[in-house]
């Protein structure tokens, strides 16, 4: 297979081709294929941007219609009829029928400009300028988002300039069981002399995807809630990998029964693959002047077209919601059963998630990097997370089929007997 002109023309920066290093040519739902022909399931799907699968027929007919009907590609952020189709469908199929009233504020494609767009909209409604985040959180990697995200390896990529803007406070489980880390955020806020400059608003993950699949607890969850309330603080939650289905709900937050003044959707968004991000914010805080916040590629025709198609054929209806929860205990099962042997023979690892983001943490990056890779050699796209990638994480497609996600179970098990027995 030839690899040199890609080894040797893109930057070190590249990740995912170190962990998966074959060239794919095709792919469709659950499954990838190289050029050798050689088919691997996918438990990554471009880390949760894939959750309807590669190429679903009905989102690709609805685009291949689009494109050959010479719709509208391009038009900076100009009307056209896709645009109108997508805040539609999005008001009848997602908001409406959750109680949930949010004005659409549509900046750059990608996860982090949707954070950054978040974070300075709560700066502009309160007039301060600081957010609190949480230990593990990823919000993306530009200099704003990048305040807000944990991980060293990011922060000290910025050729020495300080992150600013944010104050970290301990997610829910980091002091250890039996404590609430909130009594720390809410005595801070009502100590003069804490140290803490009163935020603007707070981001969270209700489930932390990069930072090892760490689920908030849903009390926790409301508690934070309140907290934000009682102190006049805006409620952020960056859904980029948790929402669109992955935990079950199409916001992770409905499992709380949390109403957040702000939300960051990305990743699967688009339904298809393609760079689209939104904020939805409480109208009252659309804060915005004209042309305030701009950008080229504000709202992509192409991915209103396969976003309001899949909001049409999944959303309509709480088949696919109850479907996640479904395919979601049979994965916790078997990562549960996994981590049960790995312990047994003092490898101490353990199951955690919710809905289809799940994940065994294994305690350490090297073991984890040793399965991941026997899983690719036996034919699964399987990737880690956590601040040492110590979670073997699955982000398989939601609408994988029973087959393909007992086989691709069957190949990690395997996988794991092979690396570590
Ligand atoms: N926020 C969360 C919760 C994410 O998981 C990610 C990416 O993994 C981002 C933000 C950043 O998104 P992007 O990589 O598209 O910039």
Known sequence: ??????????SEVRTYSRSFPTVFTKAKGARLTDEAG???????????TLNYGHNHPKLQEALVDYITSDGITHGLDMWSHAKRDYLETLEEVILKPRGLDYKVHLPGPTG?????????????AKGRHNIVTFTNGFHGVTMGALA???NRKFREATGGIPT?????MPFDGYLGDGNDTLDYFEKLLGDNSGGLDVPAGVIV??????????PAGLDWLKRLESICRAHDILLIVDDIQAGCGRTGKFFSFEHAGILPDIVTNSKSLSAYGLPFAHVLMRPELDKWKPGQYNGTFRGFNMAFVTAAAAFKHFWSDDKLERDVQRKGRIVEERFTKIAAWLTERGHEASERGRGLMRG???????????ITAKAFENGLI??????????IKCLCPLVISDEDLLEGLDILERSVEEAIG
């Open 164 to 168: 600013q803007g944010a104050s970290f």
């Open 1 to 10: 297979m030839q690899t040199q002109i890609l080894e040797r023309m893109e």
């Open 360 to 370: 065994i943490d294994v305690r350490k990056g090297e073991i984890a990097d040793k």
């Open 205 to 214: 993950e209700t489930v932390q995807g990069e930072g090892g699949i760490n």
């Open 382 to 391: 399987i990737e880690t997370a956590g601040h040492d990638g110590q979670v």
């Open 148 to 150: 807000t995200t944990g």
């Open 38 to 48: 050689r088919e691997y399931i996918d438990f990554l799907a471009g880390a949760g």
């Open 112 to 124: 982090t400009n949707a954070v950054e767009a978040a974070i300075r909209l709560a700066r502009v």
